[in-house]
């Protein structure tokens, strides 16, 4: 189970977001300001936090930042009445991972932060290791036993989700949501052609294959 925390000064909104995620499965921890957060992080596992950002004593913007200083790189979703593209920009200044501007809907929250905990899973998952095929997620590289090859980040991304979960069949919906984001305006077929770029590059790898389910999406299977 994932631990959410939720940082947030109205008690009312806050309430409502702790329900939300509480039914969606997840063990919800709350604050109503920035220093409070701290300290729970202090003194607990988050896997995510989702932060106002007008809020006393410390704000979610500076506890953002204090938390990116200090090396804590769990996904940030946050949350605020704010709507600018500035407000945005500083957000993401910050380390912010995503954006809700109240009022917020609860079913799209919910969807935000189930991609944003993926995003993060592959991020967590290090290396992959598939017969003589090892994909290092720190510097991007696949190494073969015939080479090493840098791939550009989205084609990366793409590859070290589909085998960290061999054959399970991943949707372009899913794929766009946790490579590209939730919000992006790249179009579906961006994945195809990034797929077919990948292909060409593995044609003769004896280790592993991606295949096409037709109507659903893309997985990847092991040869071996």
């Given at each position: 189970m994932f631990d959410i925390l939720v940082c947030e000064d109205d008690r009312n909104i806050r309430r409502l977001m702790c329900g939300y995620?509480?039914?969606?499965?997840?063990?919800?921890?709350?604050?109503?300001?920035?220093?409070?957060?701290?300290n729970i992080l202090d003194r607990t596992h988050i896997d995510l936090l989702i932060t106002d950002i007008m809020m006393p004593i410390k704000d979610g913007l500076s506890l953002s930042k204090d938390l990116r200083e200090a090396g804590i790189e769990i996904p940030i979703l946050i949350?605020?009445?704010?709507?600018?593209?500035?407000?945005?920009?500083?957000?993401?200044f910050v380390g912010a991972d995503d954006y809700m501007v109240k009022p917020i809907d609860m079913d799209e929250m919910i969807v935000r932060v189930a991609a944003l905990l993926r995003r993060a899973k592959i991020a967590s998952d290090r290396k992959i290791i598939i017969g003589s095929t090892t994909l290092d997620y720190n510097n991007l590289?696949?190494?073969?036993?015939?080479?090493?090859?840098?791939?550009?980040?989205k084609e990366f991304l793409l590859l070290f989700k589909l085998l960290s979960q061999p054959n399970?069949?991943?949707?372009?919906?899913?794929i766009m949501d946790d490579i590209w984001g939730y919000e992006t305006d790249?179009?579906?077929?961006?994945?195809?052609?990034?797929?077919?770029?990948?292909?060409?590059?593995?044609?003769?790898?004896?280790?592993?294959q991606i295949l096409?389910?037709?109507?659903?999406?893309?997985?990847?299977?092991?040869?071996?």
């Open positions: 995620l509480n039914r969606a499965g997840y063990n919800v921890f709350e604050s109503e300001d920035g220093q409070g957060a701290l949350v605020t009445a704010k709507e600018t593209i500035d407000d945005k920009k500083r957000g993401f590289m696949v190494k073969t036993s015939k080479e090493e090859r840098q791939l550009p980040n399970r069949i991943f949707t372009r919906n899913q790249t179009e579906e077929r961006t994945v195809d052609v990034h797929i077919k770029r990948l292909r060409e590059k593995f044609y003769d790898n004896t280790d592993f096409t389910v037709r109507g659903l999406g893309y997985k990847a299977v092991k040869l071996k």
